[in-house]
C-alpha cells in the first residue's frame, strides 16, 4: 500500500487520480478488516507456527540448521521470527515491494553468505504448509503469497 501510494503520488503529479489508478485504494479497504483479523492471528500463534515449522524440518532433513557442525537453531528461530514479523506486517500493509526491497534482499545476502538457501526453501515452503493448518483460506491466502516471495528470494540457490 505505502508503495502503491508512493507511485501514485509520482504518477499523478499536478492532475487527479484516474478511478483505475485509485482501485487498489478500494481493494485495501474491502481486505483491511480480514488483514486485521491475519495480523492479530499471526501474532498470536507465532510461537507455535515457528516451532512446528522446526519440528517438520527437523523430520524432514535434520541436517538443515547444522552449519560446519554447529547447531545454528536457535539463530534460525530468531531469523524466522524476525521475517515472520515483517511478512505479516507487510500482507497487513498489502506492500510486498517494501518488504522484498528493505529486507529481503539485504537478508539474501546474508542467507547466501552462510550457505543457508536450502534452508530458507525449505523453511518458507513449510510454513505456507503450517499456516494453511492453523488459518482460515482467505487468511492464508494473504500471507502465502508473502511467504512464497520469502522462499523464492531467500531460498534461491
Not at 82 to 89: D, H
Request: glycine share 2%; aromatic share 8%.
Amino acid at each position: 500500500m505505502l508503495s502503491q501510494l508512493q507511485k501514485l503520488s509520482c504518477e499523478t503529479d499536478g492532475r487527479y487520480a484516474t478511478d483505475e489508478e485509485l482501485e487498489f485504494v478500494t481493494e485495501f479497504e474491502r481486505s483491511f478488516y480480514l488483514r486485521v483479523q491475519t495480523y492479530q492471528r499471526l501474532e498470536a500463534m507465532e510461537t507455535v507456527i515457528v516451532q512446528q515449522v522446526l519440528t517438520k524440518m527437523q523430520f524432514l532433513d535434520p541436517s538443515l540448521l547444522h552449519h560446519h557442525n554447529a547447531d545454528v537453531t536457535a539463530k534460525w528461530q530468531r531469523d524466522t521470527i524476525r521475517v515472520l514479523r515483517y511478512s505479516a506486517i507487510a500482507m497487513l500493509l498489502n506492500d510486498p515491494d517494501s518488504l522484498r526491497d528493505r529486507l529481503l534482499f539485504w537478508f539474501r545476502t546474508i542467507m547466501k553468505a552462510f550457505g543457508a538457501e536450502r534452508s530458507c526453501n525449505v523453511t518458507y515452503a513449510v510454513m505456507q504448509t503450517v499456516i494453511k493448518e492453523h488459518l482460515p483460506s482467505a487468511q492464508a491466502s494473504l500471507i502465502c503469497p508473502i511467504l512464497e516471495m520469502n522462499r523464492q528470494i531467500l531460498g534461491a540457490v
